[in-house]
């Protein structure tokens, strides 16, 4: 019953440092999207990517963060010269293709646990 | 611009008892879907019901169920008969199916619910 894992669960990185987090989707899921939730508030869209592909980075911060994810290998959210306003949970999700079911609800992302960044 | 927002920051019910949690949205595409999730304190997200814009019945997955009022824009979510373990942050999100693939989900800022005993 392997679905979306990220890891690690919680990071502590100092002001400056860069932080990299990492999502494995559910075996035979090949679109990833990256949200994050800043304390007390809803998640926000960040990026969306397929094998190899950037989709979509329309909720990206222009500067400091990237993302990919690789033909083999967990997709990876990098920020670089972490702030103290970084902070927040970061939630990888996961769905297969549009069009087809995957068991749950058509159109349903499965969401990992999360990765709390926390910024010294 | 799409939005979803839900007014209700948070709510207390009796256990046992029926609660609603309030959603409404905006956009123009006429094809979307709704959706709630579940956050309890560990903070992990659980799915919970989902809407199509073009289904014609409200959808309902045991306790859940959704009240879907198309011409006003509203996807409030129902909880019957209400457990302990329903104490959590409640958000609503949707989709818009006129981007390809693309099920990016936007978000509304949640609903905090407490469960007295």
């Known amino acids: 019953n392997a679905g979306v894992m990220q890891n690690p669960r919680h990071l502590v990185r100092r002001r400056g440092q860069e932080a990299r987090l990492r999502c494995s989707p559910v075996?035979?899921?090949?679109?990833v999207y990256w949200y994050r939730q800043l304390p007390e508030e809803g998640l926000k869209f960040m990026v969306y990517?397929?094998?190899?592909?950037?989709?979509?980075e329309s909720g990206m911060p222009k500067e400091r963060f990237s993302a990919e994810f690789p033909k083999e290998g967990p997709s990876i959210l990098r920020i670089q010269q972490v702030v103290r306003g970084d902070s927040a949970a970061y939630f990888c999700?996961?769905?297969?293709?549009?069009?087809?079911?995957?068991?749950?609800?058509?159109?349903?992302?499965?969401f990992g646990p999360g990765t709390r960044l926390t910024v010294l | 611009a799409q939005k979803i927002t839900q007014t209700q920051p948070g709510m207390f019910v009796q256990e046992k008892e029926a609660v609603t949690l309030d959603c409404t949205y905006d956009?123009?595409?006429?094809?979307?879907?709704l959706f709630w999730y579940k956050q309890p304190s560990s903070g992990e997200m659980i799915f919970l019901i989902y809407?199509?814009?073009?289904d014609q019945q409200n959808a309902t997955e045991g306790r859940y169920s959704l009240n879907f009022q198309k011409a006003r824009k509203s996807a409030n979510l129902v909880i019957s008969a209400s457990q302990l373990g329903d104490s959590a942050m409640y958000f609503c999100?949707?989709?818009?199916?006129?981007?390809?693939?693309?099920?990016?989900?936007?978000w509304g800022l949640g609903t905090s619910l407490a469960v007295n005993p």
């Open positions: 809407q199509g814009s073009y």
């Open positions: 956009t123009s595409d006429p094809s979307y879907g």
């Open positions: 990517l397929q094998k190899e592909n950037i989709i979509d």
């Open positions: 999700a996961s769905s297969p293709p549009a069009g087809t079911h995957s068991g749950g609800s058509y159109n349903e992302q499965f």
């Open positions: 075996k035979g899921h090949s679109h």
């Open positions: 999100a949707m989709t818009l199916y006129n981007a390809g693939n693309n099920r990016k989900l936007i």
